[in-house]
C-alpha cells in the first residue's frame, strides 16, 4: 500500500504556546487545544509517512496519537491523503484597501467643524468602521449631522454607544437608524433596572445596562472575545491586533491610536488627520505584532485574540502583556485579572479601583 | 479610465470589494448596465451611415472593460412586459422575441468596448455548456457522459450504462420565486423511479452520467493564472451532487489545491479557444485521480474561492483593470 499522510485542512492551524497548543479552525470558527507533542508530530507528518511517523512513539503513545487522528479526522480538522504535495499551506499573506479600516470617535464636546474634518479623512482615508461613543449625554443632533456627512464614503458600518438617560428621544433613534442604514448598531448603555419604560424590537437598538461612562472600560482580554477567521489571523502575524489602520479622535479632539492611550499626535483644530495618520510616527504601534509582546507571544490563542496597548501590566514598557488579560499560557489558567497581585500596581497607574468597585 | 459593467440592482459583495482595491489604488472608474438604456426614459442612441458610426455615450475614454453582467428581463424589463396587451398564446412568442431584440441591442452597445480591455469579452459570456464540453473533450480534456434527449427510452438506456446519471440546464443554472416555491435550474441527480414516471417523450433535457467524486475542484482563471480551491463535498450527503445546496451548519471544507500541469495547460487552450480571459472552472477529481471537467462559468462567484483559500482575487481582478486601463 502506498504512503498516507495526515493533513490538517489548510485553513485548520496549528499554534504552539509555551506549554499547550492550538488548532485554530479558521473556516468554522472554531479553536481547540492540543499538547505541544501532537502539534509537532501534525506539522513533520503533514507530507510524510503518517502510519511510519506514529511508529516513532513509544506503544502507549501511539494508541493516544492514533486516537486524536480519529478524533481530527471524525470533527473534519484534517484528512488522509497519498497526494499530500497537492493540497498547499494556506497562503498567509494580509492586505486590505483602506488608509484607515476602523475609527473611534468620542464625539460628545466636538464641533460641526470638527465633525466635518473627521468625515472628510475618514472618506480620503478609505475607512469603513466607525464607532460613535457618547458617554454622558446622547446628543442626537451631533449623530446625525455626523452621518449626513458620511454619505460620500464607503464607511460600511457605523456604531453607536450612548447612555440611557431620562431625556432621551427614543423615537428619533429609531428614526436615524431607518434614515442611515449605515448605523448598524445602536448600544444603548447605564440602563437602570427599573428607570426604562423604553422597549424597541428594532435588532439594531440593544440596551445594556453596563456603564460605559469612561474609555477605560475598554481593553478586556477574553477567550468570547477571539475571532478565528482568516484575515484576525493573518493580519496579527505582523500587525498588532487591535492598533492596525485604527484612528482615534478623543473626546478634546486629539488625533490618537486609541482613545485610552495617553499619546496624542496633535488635535484636530491644528492638525491635519490625513497627515498625521500617514507618520511613521502614528504607525509605530501598528506593527506591535503579538511575537513582540511579552507573555503573548508564547501564548497559544495569540493569533485569534485581541491586544490592549492602552492599560498594560507595566505602564513603563510598552511591550509588556495587557493588564486585562487573565491567562497563563505558562500554566494554562485562566484568573481573574483584577486581583491578581502582580498588577495591583498597574491598576493603581491607571487608577482603576473606582470603577473595578462598581 | 476603467468602465464596470454590472446589474446595478444585484448586490454582490466580492463585486464591492474590487471597488475597494480600485480606490485603494486611486483608479479611476464609472458604471454601466443595462438599466442606463431600458429604464428611466433616459434617451440614447447608436447611428451608422455610410459615413460615420457614433454613439451617443463616448467610450474612447475607457480602457479597460469589468463585465459582470449587464441586465436582468425579469427584474429590469418588466415595466415594458408588463404593458404588453395580448392573448396569452401570443405574449410567450412576443416576449421571446423582445428578448431577441434586446440581446441583439445589446451586442450593439456592447460593440463599443472594440478598443478596450474587456475583462472578458461579454460576447464570450453566453453559457452554452453542451458546446463546452465537446470541445474539452476535442482538447483531451475527460468529460462525463452527457446525453440531451427527449427520449423516455434512450434515457432509461443511459441511466442503465451509468447507474446514477444528474440533470442540469445547459444554460445558465438559477432560481426565481414564483409564488411560494422557487423555480430552479440546477444540478439534480435524476432516480429509476422518477424515469418511470416520465411520458415516451417529455421536454428536451440535458443529462450527465455521475461522476464518482474524491473532490470537487472549483478554479477561479485570470490571465493564465489558476486559483484552484478543492471542495470536499464527499464529507456531507447533503452536498453529494452539488455542492451548491449548502449545509449552513457545517459547510464543506475548501482548500487550496495545485492542478497537475497538464490539466493546466488544457484548460488554457480551452479558456482560449473561448476567448475567455476570466471564468470559474468546475472539475471533479475521481477517486482514481482522474480529473473530469464540468463547466465553466465566466462572470460567476469567485468570493468563496478567494475568501476560503485567502487569495485576495478582488485585489488581482483590481490589478489586471488598472495595468490595462492606463
Known sequence: MSKKSFKLFANCIVVKGASLATICDLHRGKIYSIPLPLAEFLEKTKNGDTLEDVKEFSLEDQETVTEYLQYLEQNELGFWTDEPEKFPDLNLQWKSPEHINNAIIEIEKLDDDDLRKITTALANLLCKFVEIRFYETADLEKLAFFAENCRSSVIRSITVFLPLTSDINTEEIENLSIKYPRIVLFILHSVQEKGTSFKTDNPKIKLVSRTIDHRNHCGIIDPKLFSIKIPVFTESLNHNSCLNKKLSVDIDGNIKNCPSMLKSFGNLKTHSIEEVVKSNDFQKVWGINKEKIDTCKDCEYRHVCTDCRAYVENPDDQFSKPLKCGYNPYTNKWEEWSTNPLKQKAIKFYSFEEFLKN | ?326
Open chain 2, 1 to 326: 479610465m476603467i468602465l464596470i459593467c454590472k446589474k446595478y440592482k444585484e448586490k454582490n459583495e466580492s463585486y464591492e470589494e474590487v471597488i475597494d482595491w480600485l480606490l485603494y489604488k486611486n483608479a479611476l472608474f464609472e458604471f454601466l448596465s443595462g438599466e442606463d438604456y431600458y429604464e428611466d426614459g433616459k434617451d440614447w442612441s447608436l447611428e451608422l451611415n455610410n459615413t460615420i458610426e457614433k454613439s451617443s455615450r463616448d467610450f474612447t475614454k475607457y480602457k479597460s472593460i469589468w463585465f459582470q453582467g449587464f441586465l436582468k428581463h425579469k427584474s429590469h424589463l418588466s415595466s415594458i412586459f408588463d404593458t404588453i396587451e395580448c392573448t396569452n398564446n401570443n405574449l410567450a412568442e412576443l416576449r421571446w422575441r423582445l428578448g431577441q431584440e434586446i440581446s441583439k441591442t445589446n451586442t450593439q452597445i456592447f460593440h463599443n468596448f472594440k478598443n478596450a480591455y474587456q475583462l472578458p469579452n461579454p460576447k464570450s459570456t453566453k453559457v452554452d455548456k453542451f458546446s463546452n464540453l465537446r470541445l474539452a473533450k476535442d482538447i483531451g480534456l475527460e468529460i462525463p457522459p452527457s446525453i440531451i434527449t427527449n427520449s423516455k427510452k434512450d434515457l432509461k438506456t443511459f441511466f442503465g450504462k451509468h447507474d446514477e446519471i444528474i440533470t442540469k440546464p445547459l444554460y445558465e443554472t438559477l432560481s426565481f420565486k414564483e409564488k411560494n416555491n422557487f423555480i430552479s435550474f440546477k444540478t439534480d441527480k435524476i432516480e429509476g423511479l422518477e424515469i418511470d414516471n416520465l411520458p415516451d417523450t417529455f421536454f428536451p433535457s440535458f443529462f450527465q452520467g455521475y461522476v464518482e467524486k474524491d473532490i470537487e475542484l472549483r478554479v477561479f482563471y485570470l490571465e493564465e493564472k489558476f486559483y484552484p480551491m478543492a471542495i470536499f463535498s464527499q464529507l456531507d450527503p447533503k452536498t453529494k451532487t452539488d455542492f451548491r445546496n449548502y449545509n449552513e451548519q457545517n459547510p464543506n471544507r475548501k482548500v487550496p489545491y495545485i492542478l497537475p500541469n497538464e490539466i493546466e495547460e488544457k484548460l488554457t487552450i480551452l479558456m482560449k479557444e473561448l476567448d475567455l480571459n476570466t471564468g470559474s472552472i468546475d472539475l471533479i477529481k475521481t477517486p482514481d485521480k482522474r480529473y473530469v471537467f464540468l463547466e465553466i462559468n465566466p462572470t460567476g462567484q469567485f468570493g468563496f474561492t478567494s475568501k476560503a483559500c485567502n487569495y485576495y482575487l478582488e485585489d488581482e481582478i483590481a490589478k489586471t483593470l488598472v495595468e490595462h486601463g492606463e
